[in-house]
């Protein structure tokens, strides 16, 4: 009861509304018909959820739960581990009162909201594994593992604990740093972690940055990368590891230098008009959360021994931190370690893309699987 007792002993600071949970749930203005019926008979859960004080829970609407349940892919995450159910609604629960207003461009153009998701199981970042939050035209879009998009389609349903969002498509949990690569395509950076030895210790114990270099960036020093010993490797990748730390976009500062995994070796930061740079790379894509940190993509691959590199911002690309760059007969490390599939995530925030079976409309189910994984996983999420 780890959870619900920390639930419980936390200060009552909110309690601006009278309405429970299940008020909201039942209120025909949400209409969260389908999560209402997966709930039915959850006493447990939603006592504690209507104890609960200072949390923001986010609530997926009929079509999130219809989506949900024609994902094969997660059912089957779901049902290969009996926690990852619990992890998931954990993951959907904030720990503070976040409403719409806190989340505009003004206060901050992103924020990292931390979950209630903090099992070692699933994550090893402190203080809970992180929700980005993102205000842009008047819309708030939550982004998860897999660089998953989700708006926020109805805010501020207050309750007794909190408030509650309502979503359309569920979050993500950030996987693990092999098949979160992969699934970004960068998949050269996946295998050079997995020959040097690297992936499956990363963040074991404690949270961790990591930097990506793109395919491109691997591909054009191919060459000599692609013969190093397999230290040298480990020499050259531990330098895209900062220990210690989840450095998230919002906390990375112009001219800040963090200490990496090789040789105590530092890198340098810039930030020039809003582009951020490491030593000679650009940062292509900020923030693709995994289950111990957070993953930048660059576009170089950051050298050791080559401290000094420094960045053209004004350049559409930067010159390879390497001398003697030149290409092979296909990207290095790349083999065996699969290609990213192009499902939902990759969708735009305002078009989910089509629902899963055409022209199906939202029925409220009873199958008995795939309702007792959710009752299963509530259960679990109580006792926790
Ligand atoms: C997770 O959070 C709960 C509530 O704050 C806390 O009691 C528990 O110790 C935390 N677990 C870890 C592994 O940090
Ligand atoms: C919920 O509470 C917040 C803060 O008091 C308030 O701004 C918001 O309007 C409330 N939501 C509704 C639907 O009343
Ligand atoms: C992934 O990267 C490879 C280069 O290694 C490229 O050919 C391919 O188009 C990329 N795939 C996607 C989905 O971006
Ligand atoms: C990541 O998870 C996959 C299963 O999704 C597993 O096969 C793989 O061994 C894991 N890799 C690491 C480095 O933990
Ligand atoms: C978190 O760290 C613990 C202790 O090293 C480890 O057992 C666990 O597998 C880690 N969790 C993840 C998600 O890597
Ligand atoms: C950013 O940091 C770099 C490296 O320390 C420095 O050369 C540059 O002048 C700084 N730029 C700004 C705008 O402060
Ligand atoms: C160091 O990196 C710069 C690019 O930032 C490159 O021009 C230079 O050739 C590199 N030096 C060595 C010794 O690799």
Do not use: C
């Not at 004080?53 to 219809?66: C, F, G, Q, R, W």
């Amino acid at each position: 009861m780890k959870l619900a007792k920390h639930l419980l002993a936390m200060p009552i600071a909110v309690g601006i509304s009278a309405q429970t949970f299940s008020d909201v749930l039942s209120d025909p203005n949400a209409a969260l018909e389908l999560l209402n019926s997966y709930l039915a008979g959850e006493e447990a859960l939603f006592a504690l959820l209507s104890t609960a004080k200072d949390i923001t829970v986010l609530a997926p609407s009929n079509e999130a739960l219809y989506r949900l349940e024609n994902d094969e892919a997660m059912i089957a995450r779901f049902a290969a581990d009996p926690g990852m159910m619990g992890a998931f609604l954990k993951y959907h629960v904030f720990s503070g009162v976040w409403y719409s207003s806190s989340f505009t461009a003004a206060k901050s153009p992103v924020t990292f909201v931390p979950t209630m998701l903090n099992d070692t199981a699933f994550t090893n970042v402190t203080g809970g594994q992180r929700v980005k939050a993102r205000a842009k035209n008047g819309e708030v879009v939550l982004y998860s593992g897999m660089l998953t998009q989700t708006p926020i389609r109805s805010a501020n349903y207050n309750f007794s604990g909190g408030t509650i969002h309502i979503i359309d498509r569920v979050l993500t949990i950030p996987a693990n740093i092999t098949d979160t690569l992969v699934s970004a395509n960068l998949t050269a950076a996946a295998g050079a972690l997995k020959v040097a030895k690297m992936a499956q210790g990363i963040g074991q114990g404690n949270q961790v940055t990591v930097l990506a270099p793109d395919n491109d960036a691997f591909n054009a020093i191919g060459k000599v990368i692609g013969a190093m010993s397999t230290a040298d490797l480990a020499a050259v990748m531990g330098y895209h590891v900062i220990p210690g730390q989840a450095l998230y976009s919002d906390m990375i500062k112009n001219g800040s230098t963090e200490t990496t995994t090789t040789q105590n070796e530092a890198v340098l930061f810039r930030v020039e008009d809003g582009a951020i740079f490491v030593n000679g790379a650009r940062v292509i894509q900020t923030d693709i959360l995994f289950d111990n940190g957070v993953i930048h993509m660059l576009d170089g691959v950051l050298n050791p021994q080559n401290t000094s590199a420094a960045p053209n911002p004004t350049a559409a690309t930067q010159a390879p931190a390497f001398s003697g760059a030149g290409t092979t007969n296909g990207v290095p490390f790349t083999s065996g370690i699969g290609t990213p599939t192009s499902a939902g995530p990759t969708a735009t925030v305002t078009d989910l893309g089509p629902l899963p079976v055409a022209g199906a409309p939202v029925p409220l189910r009873t199958g008995a699987v795939r309702a007792a994984l959710l009752f299963g996983g509530a259960a679990m999420f109580v006792n926790a």
